[in-house]
């Protein structure tokens, strides 16, 4: 009988091949299914696309804007509002004066330093005059949009204009939705970052930084 | 097993039989049998392996990218497009870019201009085939408290209507390409390493998935496929490269390369293309006329975790100028496109 | 040669020579090791997805359990020095228990790597580019085969040459043993240096790591032998004094009070300074927000270590029940402030500041204890081979050549409690 003591031992084996073949711990993938981005998150396109040419559209006619303008005298000094083109509304800063950059007798041009026309096609030589440095910038190619070919000896560059991404009559670049943040595996819950202890003098420039100190 | 003398009061004095015998031989046969049934069953997961899950004869045997010949590179580079075709049902392009003479990357962010829309990530994600489930995204965009550059008070997971939210600053990460990298460093098999171009590149089929480089990155700039990565065939860039964005297996490491494929050709990444505010500037450094050139001569630019010592060439810049605002600029080739 | 295939084979007999108390635990390590292949075979298929790591927390229970016991491995060193260099001749009856126990844990170290590898059918690109001697892991992989071979040879020789009946020659295992305690010092500062040198983790990247590495080491380690020397001493016929478990004892009793110490060093330089590089150390012993998994983990061990220690001071220790106590949990209070004290809180938060926890998947704990049950269940053949043959018991003589052979028996096994 004492020899029926180790017996057991493959019976225990088989049971346990039996166990295991049966996958008694299957995987569960935490892999979460895409949600699909919002299709702005792809747009590539600038934020504006002005057609550059000197056109105000109106119910379905197109005009230029000397059609009118011909016709119709300019006031002295403007600052004040209009009756025609009542989209717009003028939130330039300090520049408050329409013929600052537009041309007072030739509507379909801007207008430089010296009352010389300069073509609609051009806008960033009317931001010039008063942005300097800026446009600077824009010419050694610091600021603004680029698309294209970074080594021009290969291929095209193309190099956006101002008002391709500035509204030149509100020009602060306009705030919009981002993407959705990431959502990485195994992520778990995240709560927004808590910090500074309440003698940090930044606190009074934290909407959100919770009360309790954690850092 | 199960020995004849497994009782010890018999191990004394014990005649001379023979030590098998036909029920000793049946037991031990049971034994073995019961042991290896429990071996195969506890390997009976591998059955689930799909034949396209193991590596085939020849790239088990591929050498490293820098030992592989021309006549190597182009059987790799056809076994890849057959192994796309196979997978996606995409003919892909797959070209192996050599990096260019005299010209070494950096990358440039102007703080002043970045929104936090997270364009760029999703663009990369696009161009780069990364996974979208497991989510897989080279960029970072951190959202900054006023008053800090430490990352530590960093929100990463703002979600809000619109942005820039007021008081916060955006700070998007990815590999700074770093000139003394330290994942490099710390590669045991030398599967990733650094290109003439500055560009820190890692050959897919060397890495063996240690993750050592992740956890030396300073910039968490590091990805790992930890199972195999998810494209939507319809999604698939098919404009690939060897060292850069062609589809990945599970097990190893990936990370941004300044979109090798194309900037090694001359275009720019993907990640500054569809940036709406133009806040990405990218370049050859060495060239006196390139975008970076300037902006790093002129513009107030830091280095994020610059105590770290790597030398990054990712700069992130203030638009107002730095310490030659007494100098006059003029640019050398005022470009006016169009 | 002929010899050492039948030392082989009489070695391989033998272990599955014994009671039923010795198959019931060997069945019992058997099956929770091939619940571990198991588990690692859908690791093998899905990836390593089936574990709790993520790109946040890249490393987790895998390597922590491969740093503690390159501290195991480590410690065989504890039992040789007082013998080779000291002559405390107490412990040199129970110095080959400490060596097989290096061979052990050192498998069980390089199979942890191995199951943490992305893929692990490209570990031969080892031997093809080897960063050595730039990268850390490059000195790893040499020192802990290198460890193993030496260990290796000196036991093996030493169990051969008292299978064939001769003594053993000095010149083959004296130089080796003394290699092999310079070497037990380079594993486990190797395996620091790994993390000591990445600069880009502050609570890495410190000087004390290397330190408290070793002093952890030569607690946990002679603990460990402590222990199982009690329970060859139960099991087997092999002769452990109780002066050789005291002089062990003194070494985990200096160990442990300087790992004491060179704890209350990392804390106060942390804690004191408050600044922004100790995120993962408030992470660790305070918790961030709410994200505070680790803390009842390390306030635990820092506990179990506290008592262990001053149990240790004590003259009570000097009795078995005390000292096991004390060895216990100085073990799992190590383990815990090791690997998951160690390892995982310098991932989070990420370098970029990004909070994101780690908890082992079921998955990765059955492969972790299946490589622990596979490591014990080496060790116990190793004793169950050794304990007999260096008793003289088991020779090729007895064996092949006698006009009687002997059977392998259990006769060795002790029947009756002492």
């Given amino acids: 009988m004492k020899r029926a003591q180790s017996f057991w031992v493959p019976l225990v084996l088989f049971a346990g091949a039996g166990v295991l073949a049966l996958n008694p711990v299957p995987f569960e993938s935490p892999v979460v299914s895409v949600t699909p981005l919002p299709a702005r998150v792809t747009d590539s396109a600038p934020v504006r696309q002005p057609k550059l040419v000197p056109e105000y559209r109106v119910a379905a006619f197109t005009y230029q804007c000397s059609d009118c303008h011909r016709i119709i005298p300019s006031p002295q000094e403007t600052l004040r509002s209009l009756t025609q083109h009542t989209e717009i509304t003028l939130r330039h800063g300090l520049n408050t004066r329409c013929f600052n950059c537009h041309h007072r007798t030739q509507r379909d041009a801007f207008v430089d330093d010296w009352g010389e026309p300069i073509p609609w096609n051009q806008p960033q030589l009317v931001c010039a005059k008063c942005h300097g440095p800026v446009y600077r910038d824009w010419q050694a190619g610091s600021h603004g949009r680029i698309n294209g070919f970074w080594d021009t000896t290969r291929g095209p560059q193309t190099r956006r204009k101002c008002i ?21 595996l195994r992520m778990g819950p995240q709560e927004p970052p808590r910090h500074a202890a309440e003698h940090d003098p930044l606190r009074v420039f934290a909407p959100d930084r919770a009360p309790k100190p954690s850092h | 097993m199960a020995n004849p003398d497994s009782n010890p009061s018999s191990g004394a004095a014990k005649p001379a039989t ?72 995409v003919t892909a392009k797959i070209a192996d870019p050599p990096p260019l003479d005299g010209v070494e990357f950096v990358y440039g962010l102007n703080i002043s201009r970045c929104i936090g829309c997270r364009k760029c990530v999703h663009a990369c994600v696009q161009e780069n085939n990364q996974s979208r489930s497991p989510e897989i995204q080279y960029i970072r965009v951190l959202e900054m408290e006023k008053g800090s550059i430490d990352v530590e008070s960093a929100n990463h997971h703002y979600d809000s209507a619109q942005v820039p939210r007021p008081d916060k600053w955006y700070m998007p990460v990815q590999c700074h390409q770093c ?40 910039y968490w700039a590091r990805r790992f496929n930890f199972t195999e990565p998810q494209i939507p065939a319809g999604d698939l860039n098919a404009n690939m490269s060897y060292l850069s964005n062609r589809p990945r297996r599970k097990g190893v490491m990936e990370k941004c390369t300044f979109c090798l494929h194309r900037t090694r050709v001359g275009r720019l990444p993907a990640c500054l293309e569809v940036c709406p505010t133009g806040s990405r500037k990218f370049g050859n450094v060495l060239d006196p006329n390139s975008e970076v050139h300037y902006i790093l001569k002129h513009k107030r630019v830091y280095v994020l975790k610059e105590e770290v010592g790597t030398l990054p060439r990712f700069f992130y810049y203030f638009d107002e100028r730095g310490s030659r605002y007494r100098e006059p600029i003029a640019p050398v080739n005022p470009k006016e496109a169009r | 040669m002929k010899r050492y295939g039948t030392f082989l084979w009489d070695c391989f007999r033998l272990s599955f020579v014994g009671d039923w108390r010795y198959h019931l635990w060997m069945t019992c390590l058997t099956l929770v090791a091939l619940g571990g292949v198991y588990a690692y075979c859908q690791q093998f298929v899905h990836g390593l997805v089936t574990t709790g790591m993520t790109d946040q927390v890249s490393w987790g229970l895998y390597i922590a359990n491969f740093t503690y016991l390159v501290g195991l491995a480590a410690a065989a060193a504890m039992l040789v020095i007082p013998v080779y260099v000291y002559r405390n001749l107490h412990l040199h009856d129970v110095v080959i228990f400490g060596e097989l126990l290096a061979v052990s844990v050192i498998l069980m170290c390089l199979l942890f790597v191995t199951v943490d590898l992305g893929r692990p059918d490209r570990f031969m690109h080892l031997f093809w580019r080897f960063n050595f001697p730039i990268s850390m892991l490059t000195w790893d992989v040499i020192a802990l085969n290198g460890y193993l071979l030496l260990n290796l040879h000196i036991c093996g020789y030493l169990i051969y040459c008292a299978y064939c009946g001769r003594t053993p020659r000095k010149a083959f295992y004296i130089p080796f043993v003394f290699i092999a305690i310079a070497w037990a010092i380079s594993i486990h500062t190797v395996t620091a240096f790994l993390y000591v040198g990445l600069g880009g983790r502050p609570f890495w990247n410190s000087a004390i790591i290397a330190p408290r590495f070793l002093a952890s080491a030569f607690a946990a380690g002679p603990a460990f032998i402590i222990l199982t020397l009690q329970v060859v001493r139960h099991y087997t016929r092999h002769h452990v004094s109780d002066d050789a ?55 635990a061990a820092i506990g179990m270590n506290l008592i262990a220690t001053t149990l240790l001071m004590l003259p009570a220790s000097r009795s078995l029940r005390t000292l096991n106590i004390a060895c216990a949990l100085a073990i799992v209070g190590i383990w815990i402030e090791k690997g998951m004290g160690l390892i995982v809180p ?64 259990a006769s060795s096994w002790r029947t009756t409690h002492s």
């Fill in chain 3, 346 to 409: 310098a991932f989070v938060p990420t370098p970029l500041g990004e909070v994101v926890e780690y908890l082992p998947t079921l998955h990765e704990t059955m492969v972790c204890l299946g490589i622990w049950a596979f490591g014990l269940l080496v060790y116990t053949i190793l004793v169950r081979v050794s304990v007999p043959v260096l008793a003289g018991e088991v020779t090729h003589a007895q064996r092949w050549s006698a006009p009687n052979p002997r059977p392998l028996s």
């Fill in chain 2, 18 to 89: 023979p030590e098998m015998s036909r029920r000793g031989f049946f037991v031990k046969g049971t034994a073995v049998a019961a042991g290896l049934s429990a071996l195969a069953a506890a390997m009976s997961p591998l059955r689930h392996l799909s034949a396209d899950d193991l590596p085939g004869l020849e790239e088990f045997l591929q050498k490293h990218y820098k030992e592989m010949t021309p006549e190597d590179k182009t059987r790799a580079l056809a076994r890849i497009q057959e192994h796309v075709q196979r997978r996606f049902g």
């Fill in chain 2, 179 to 218: 000139a003394k990298p330290p994942c490099v460093k710390v590669c045991p098999v030398e599967a990733t390493w650094q290109e003439p171009d500055g560009i820190t590149v890692i050959d897919y089929d060397w890495c063996i998935g240690c993750r050592y480089c992740e956890a030396a990155c300073p």
């Fill in chain 1, 164 to 184: 391709e991404c500035h509204d030149p009559h509100a020009p602060p670049f306009p705030p919009m939705r981002p993407a959705p943040g990431p959502n990485t």
């Fill in chain 3, 245 to 299: 478990l005291l002089t062990l004892r003194r070494i985990v009793q200096v160990a442990t009070i300087i790992n004491m110490f060179l704890l209350a060093c990392e804390v106060f330089t942390e804690f004191y300074s408050d600044t922004r590089h100790i995120a993962s150390s408030r992470y660790l012993y305070l918790g961030l927000g709410s994200q505070n998994a680790l803390v009842p983990w390390i306030w």
